[in-house]
């Protein structure tokens, strides 16, 4: 469905970025795209991503135009102002399970260029015919020489295809078909770990709207979220919290083939249901949070359900990874903080920690 190739090619960069005091990557985006076309699968998007600067970068590739090999948000696609709905996934990554799968490297002085199919990836039909707008996600999670990701907002154009036709909605293609169950797992084990991290993640949200209730805008929601008001996070708790659907789906199955390189779970956005790979599996009860592991390690497998939820009943994104990253968006950016699905695993399984243990 996507390719990705290495060119080189000298242009200037313009980049705002959320941490001051380090010294942004020279990267530059730029789209381009037929400017007319019949159908939606006509729409052939390429993304050129430049490193003007002197030395290589290293970016985490999910939920990037980077990403050419997993159905992830690449674009902000809309019509007359109004926002098309994303159909594909969204992931739930362990940053240090990455392996070099996930990283994309850009020499100094050259360009990668991915092009995208996007026709399984958004809902065209319901916005019909007409001028659609393409701006892509730029918010790259750059490694730098502490071997941590930092967060780099590169600013980008954006471009116009004029679809004259056929905007009928695709579906996003399984390898297998898929089960309606609660929770849709061969194995009994695996399919009772799913089910008592359901529940944990459910009690994890309740715990921590419950905390922002009480104590509203203080110094820990302010460290996850800025300026962001707390009715916002809290309803966003609470759709987690409350969530009861009778036809959502918990999977042990990768029937889409997005388990790879560090990928602890992930969500389907036009049917809500939840994938979980086998990194999921090795993750540990929220009572350890009180001895035995940090929240720094967002290995509790309540957050990554409540992680997974948050896509599923509130529509979040994944903007980056990673409580210091998630610290970061919160002081740099309030609007992707509120948006960002980790923000709200890492400062739920904080609020349970400072609250409970």
């Given at each position: 469905?996507?390719?990705?190739?290495?060119?080189?090619?000298?242009?200037?960069?313009?980049?705002?970025?959320?941490?001051?005091?380090?010294?942004?990557?020279?990267?530059?985006?730029?789209?381009?795209?037929?400017?007319?076309?019949?159908?939606?699968?006509d729409?052939?998007?390429?993304?050129?991503?430049?490193n003007?600067?002197?030395e290589?970068?290293?970016?985490?590739?999910?939920?990037?135009?980077?990403?050419?090999?997993?159905?992830?948000?690449?674009?902000?696609?809309?019509?007359?102002?109004?926002?098309?709905?994303?159909?594909?996934?969204?992931?739930?990554?362990d940053?240090?399970?990455l392996d070099?799968?996930?990283?994309?490297?850009?020499?100094?002085?050259?360009?990668?260029?991915?092009e995208?199919?996007?026709?399984?990836?958004?809902?065209?039909?319901?916005?019909?015919?007409?001028?659609?707008?393409?701006?892509?996600?730029?918010?790259?999670?750059?490694?730098?020489?502490?071997?941590k990701?930092?967060?780099?907002?590169?600013?980008?154009?954006?471009?116009?295809?004029?679809?004259?036709?056929?905007?009928?909605?695709?579906?996003?293609?399984?390898?297998?078909?898929?089960?309606?169950?609660?929770?849709?797992?061969?194995?009994?084990?695996?399919?009772?770990?799913?089910?008592?991290?359901?529940?944990?993640g459910?009690?994890?949200?309740?715990?921590?709207?419950?905390?922002?209730?009480?104590?509203?805008?203080?110094?820990?929601?302010?460290?996850?979220?800025?300026?962001?008001?707390?009715?916002?996070?809290?309803?966003?708790?609470?759709?987690?919290a409350n969530?009861?659907?009778?036809?959502?789906?918990?999977?042990?199955?990768?029937?889409?083939?997005?388990?790879?390189?560090?990928?602890?779970?992930?969500?389907?956005?036009?049917?809500?249901?939840?994938?979980?790979?086998s990194?999921?599996?090795?993750?540990?009860?929220?009572?350890?949070?009180?001895?035995?592991?940090?929240?720094?390690?967002?290995?509790?497998?309540?957050?990554?359900?409540?992680?997974?939820?948050?896509?599923?009943?509130?529509?979040?994104?994944?903007?980056?990874?990673g409580?210091?990253f998630?610290?970061?968006?919160?002081?740099?950016?309030?609007?992707?903080?509120?948006?960002?699905?980790?923000?709200?695993?890492?400062?739920?399984?904080?609020?349970?920690?400072?609250?409970?243990?």
């Amino acid at each position: 469905m996507f390719s990705i190739a290495l060119v080189t090619l000298g242009i200037t960069a313009a980049l705002s970025f959320a941490t001051p005091a380090k010294r942004a990557p020279a990267l530059e985006v730029s789209l381009t795209a037929p400017t007319d076309v019949h159908s939606i699968d006509d729409i052939k998007v390429t993304a050129a991503v430049t490193n003007t600067g002197s030395e290589a970068v290293k970016v985490i590739k999910y939920g990037t135009v980077l990403d050419s090999d997993l159905p992830t948000r690449s674009f902000k696609i809309s019509k007359d102002g109004v926002a098309a709905d994303f159909t594909g996934i969204k992931l739930q990554v362990d940053i240090d399970s990455l392996d070099d799968s996930a990283f994309v490297v850009i020499p100094a002085g050259e360009t990668v260029i991915v092009e995208h199919e996007v026709a399984p990836l958004y809902d065209f039909e319901a916005l019909g015919t007409g001028a659609f707008e393409f701006e892509p996600v730029t918010t790259f999670q750059v490694v730098e020489a502490d071997a941590k990701p930092h967060a780099y907002k590169v600013s980008a154009k954006k471009l116009t295809v004029n679809v004259k036709q056929d905007v009928a909605r695709r579906e996003l293609k399984a390898a297998a078909h898929e089960k309606r169950a609660r929770v849709s797992c061969s194995s009994s084990s695996e399919a009772s770990f799913i089910s008592s991290a359901y529940s944990e993640g459910k009690s994890l949200a309740s715990i921590a709207a419950n905390y922002v209730s009480s104590n509203g805008a203080d110094s820990l929601f302010r460290s996850y979220f800025g300026s962001t008001s707390t009715s916002t996070v809290r309803g966003v708790l609470s759709n987690v919290a409350n969530e009861n659907s009778s036809s959502r789906t918990l999977n042990c199955a990768d029937p889409y083939g997005a388990c790879t390189s560090g990928v602890i779970a992930y969500t389907v956005i036009s049917t809500t249901n939840i994938y979980f790979c086998s990194l999921f599996y090795s993750e540990v009860t929220t009572s350890r949070l009180c001895s035995g592991t940090s929240v720094a390690s967002r290995n509790i497998r309540g957050g990554t359900v409540l992680h997974e939820l948050t896509h599923a009943t509130s529509g979040t994104d994944d903007i980056g990874y990673g409580c210091s990253f998630d610290q970061s968006l919160g002081q740099s950016n309030p609007r992707e903080a509120a948006e960002n699905a980790d923000n709200y695993n890492c400062f739920a399984t904080q609020v349970y920690q400072n609250t409970q243990c």
